[in-house]
């Protein structure tokens, strides 16, 4: 077993219990030596076989790059409102906000009746708005199936009027329209199941083990989801909760349903998934070599919330779009049907007129990879290659007034350069500063003109990392740096004091920060943090490549009283692009807020 492991990147908890519980859970769908079978015949399967198979279920994925989200359930009927009353939060915790115990909830069940919902016309406005795939709560946290489970009867078809199984009819849609359909499932809290997760006011609640919610409600409808609806191109699991072993296999091992299903990171346990989610906002730069997606309202709530007028413009929608793809992401832009089952205005609008830009701009965004090129201070740019260069698109937010548009640090020669919504041409040369193209006086779009920039042979570009500078010091600044931090608990966040950003919110010692920089030469290197800390101490590893020093930083009198601390000295024996970290020690670990870490070379070891 353990010989299969060495060529396996699953968790090798996971993997010992996959073969170790699953034959009496699945019934005669298959048993474990079956999966066995799939997984040990991957056994004789190296990573990079198992990476390829990976490539192979993402590669539509990674071309999409824009998909819609859709929160729809019970609590869009009354838009989060409990007997008229506002709660907090978004809409679809409104059971848990209102503490509203399951037989009140239940009649609004009753009361569920989109009338108005139309499939084709639904999936007609994803494909609109350019987006390439749809993914709806199946069922949410309320425990209510919005598809015609077989075991739970509160579900839309048994415990509504509506009686039609809209994921059915989605389904059929999507396939017609060429929109991969994905569910969201949350696995873990169901507020109606006496086993699921979260319920905690309910008190005429009989409560049985997760384990009976899980493989009695939670493994069939994931079956049935991915069996009775047809190709199933995402399983969006959410709020990952600690469950047993059995519980979490029996789920993961559903996947095998369909071998090409997408899954994110939010099963539990660690376990990665196909891919990184991120929610509500846009991490300041991707996660290197991971795939990942940002999944946001495009409103305040993810359910319809009555007097939710919170509705992003139209330019930072795009802009968004723009920005997550430039970082090699995915944007899961969120809406929410009321009750009639229909989109408010604002948001029909909204997608609208993203669809008229992606109509005219969609090659800047579709198959595209994450931008080569430093910051830009005008814009965003994507990526593609083509026979013999790269082409780049570069988005432009705010046209130049001076004719002049510079792409710092490229030094590659000019191809061709062109307004991707006209194709006019662009002139173009290189200059110290980079490439620097002629143009017209007003771009194309107000919001994002594209511009098309092709160049010849590999990107000669320079360093777009944080490199040492000539007096052998290099700073990493705190918004340059990946936040390590999974949604759900206080997070590390970037957050700014005197317009100065820092990390901050650093309430949990799981997130940490990781910089990739490049370093010219080995040898000793002091340690510098600038930062605040209202605890006395706090501690936490600083690294570089593979070279450790534990860190103890003292108070500063509060947060927002910056001092710059030595931390101690490094002797690095690397050079080139360098990850450096900044991971706290858990049990000795007091939030501090980080502005910059810098690293000056004391000796050299040349
Ligand atoms: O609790 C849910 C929330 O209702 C919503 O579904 C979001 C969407 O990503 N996920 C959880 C919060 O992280």
Known sequence: MISLLGTFRIPLMTFVYLTCGLGGILGDQFDSAELMA???????????????ARDERMAWWRQARFGMFVHWGVYSTTGGEYNGQKLPNSAEWMMNKGRIPIAEYEKYAAGFNPAKFDAAEFVGLAKLAGMKYLVITAKHHDGFSMFGSTASD????????????????????????????????????????????????????????????????AVPEVKQLLTEYGPIGIFWWDTPRAMSRESF???????????????????????????????????????????????????????????????????????????????????????????DGTLLPPATERL?????????????????????????????????????????????????????????????????????????????????????????????????????????????????????????????????????????????????????????????????VEWTANIDKPGRYEVVATLSVDAEKTQFDISVGNRHLSATAVGTGGYGKYVEQSLGAIDVDQVGELSIKCKPIADSWNPMNLRSITLKRTESAE
Not at 38 to 52: F, I, L
């Open 352 to 512: 609208k007129e993203i669809g008229k830009w992606m109509a005219i701009n969609g090659d800047s965004i579709y198959e595209t990879s994450a931008s080569p090129l430093q910051a830009l201070d005008w814009g965003r740019c994507t990526s593609k290659k083509i026979d013999g260069g790269t082409r780049l698109y570069l988005h432009v937010f705010d046209w130049p007034k001076d004719g002049r548009l510079v792409v710092p640090g490229l030094k590659n020669d000019v191809r061709k350069a062109s307004l991707l919504a006209s194709g006019a041409e662009l002139q173009g040369r290189v200059t110290d500063g980079g490439i620097e193209l002629s143009v017209p006086a007003d771009g194309p779009d107000a919001v994002n003109s594209v511009i098309v920039l092709d160049v010849d042979g590999a990107l000669e570009i320079e360093a777009q990392w944080p490199s040492v500078d000539a007096k052998g010091s290099l700073v990493l600044a705190a918004d340059a740096a990946y936040l390590h931090n999974n949604e759900g608990s206080k997070q590390a966040d970037i957050r700014h004091h005197d317009d100065i950003p820092h990390v901050g919110y650093w309430l949990d010692a799981q997130a940490w």
């Open 154 to 217: 509160y579900n839309v078809v048994d415990a509504t009027p509506f009686k039609r199984d809209i994921m059915k009819e989605l389904s059929v849609e999507c396939q017609k329209q060429g929109i991969r359909l994905g569910f969201y499932y949350s696995q873990a809290q169901d507020w109606h199941h006496p086993g699921g997760m979260g319920n905690s006011w309910d008190k005429d609640l009989k409560k049985v083990s997760n384990d009976e919610y899980v493989l009695g409600k």
């Open 249 to 339: 296999n029996a789920l993961h091992s559903l996947t095998k349903l369909q071998p090409s299903v997408i899954t994110n990171d939010r099963l539990g346990d660690d376990f990665p998934g196909d891919y990184k989610t991120f929610e509500r906002k846009i991490p300041p730069n991707g996660p290197a070599g991971k795939d990942w997606e940002v999944c946001m309202p495009i409103s305040g709530s993810w359910g319809y919330k009555k007097g939710d007028n919170d509705f992003k413009s139209t330019s930072t929608l795009i802009r968004n779009l723009a920005d997550i793809a430039s970082k090699g992401g995915n944007y899961l832009l969120n809406v929410s049907p009321t009750g």
């Open 38 to 52: 799939q997984d040990s015949a991957g056994g004789e399967h190296d990573a990079d076989t198992v990476d390829a």
